[in-house]
C-alpha cells in the first residue's frame, strides 16, 4: 500500500520532498502531480520502476514515455537538437508541454521509442515537480496517469486506483487532468501532435 505524502503545492516542505526523493532512489515509483494531471515516475536507471508503469498503464512498447527535467541546462545529455528548436523551448518553457525530440546515448534504449528512437521531455512550472527535481539532479522517467476514461483531480482517487502499485502518492492539491500539448521536433519542422493545456500562440 501507498504512502500518502501531502506537499504545500506553492512552499514544498524540504522533510516531505526528501521523503519522496529517498523512495525514488530506493527504486519507488511513485503518483505526483504537475502541470497537466498526475503523473507516474521513476529514476532513469529503474528498470523495475519502469516494468512497473508500463504495468498500470497497459503501455506497448511503441509509447514515448518522456523526461521530466528541472530546466534546460542538461537537454543536450539526453536530446538532439538544433539551434531553433533549443529557441523555441527557451521561449516557452516550463509550461504544459511536451517536446518530442531525438534521443541521444544519455538515454537508455528501453525509453526511446522503438522505431524513431525519440524521447519525450517536459519541464513543469509545478513547484512541487521542482522541489523534488532540485533534489534528484536528474530527470525523472516519467508518464501521464490515464487509466481508460477515468480523470484524476486529487490524490485520493490516485490512491483508491493505484495505491496498490506505487510507493508514495503525492498530495499537493487539486489538479486539473488536462494533458500537455505535444510538440514534435524530430524532423525538419515543428509539429504540434496534440492539443492541450499549453498554448499553441506561444509558437507563433
Known amino acids: 500500500m501507498s504512502i500518502l505524502i501531502s506537499i504545500h503545492p506553492e512552499n514544498p516542505q524540504d522533510r516531505y520532498v526528501k521523503q519522496v526523493i529517498e523512495a ?4 519507488g515509483v511513485i503518483a505526483y502531480p504537475t502541470d497537466s494531471g498526475y503523473a507516474l515516475g521513476c529514476t532513469l536507471g529503474n528498470k523495475n520502476g519502469l516494468e512497473k508503469i508500463r504495468q498500470i498503464r497497459e503501455l506497448d512498447k511503441h509509447h514515448h514515455f518522456t523526461l521530466m527535467m528541472r530546466d534546460l541546462s542538461h537537454v543536450g545529455e539526453y536530446a538532439k537538437l538544433d539551434n531553433a528548436s533549443f529557441r523555441l523551448m527557451k521561449k516557452i518553457l ?8 531525438e534521443g541521444t546515448r ?11 528512437k ?3 521531455l517536459r ?6 515537480v521542482q522541489a523534488i527535481l532540485d533534489g534528484l539532479d536528474e530527470p525523472l522517467m516519467s508518464v501521464s496517469l490515464i487509466l481508460g476514461d ?10 483508491d486506483s493505484v495505491g496498490n502499485a506505487v510507493e508514495i502518492v503525492v498530495d499537493a492539491g487539486h489538479c486539473p487532468p488536462e494533458p500537455t500539448t505535444v510538440i514534435d521536433l524530430s524532423g525538419e519542422h ?15
Do not use: M
Not at 516550463?94 to 525530440?101: D, H, K, R, V
Not at 538515454?107 to 522503438?114: A, C, E, M, S
Open 24 to 27: 525514488l532512489n530506493s527504486g
Open 94 to 101: 516550463p509550461g504544459a508541454y511536451t517536446f518530442i525530440l
Open 106 to 116: 544519455g538515454v537508455p534504449n528501453r525509453l526511446l521509442h522503438t522505431k524513431r
Open 118 to 120: 525519440t524521447i519525450g
Open 123 to 128: 519541464i513543469s512550472h509545478h513547484r512541487v
Open 150 to 159: 477515468a480523470e484524476f483531480y486529487n490524490a485520493w482517487d490516485v490512491e
Open 190 to 204: 515543428a509539429v504540434v501532435a496534440r492539443l492541450g493545456a499549453g498554448s499553441v500562440e506561444l509558437l507563433r
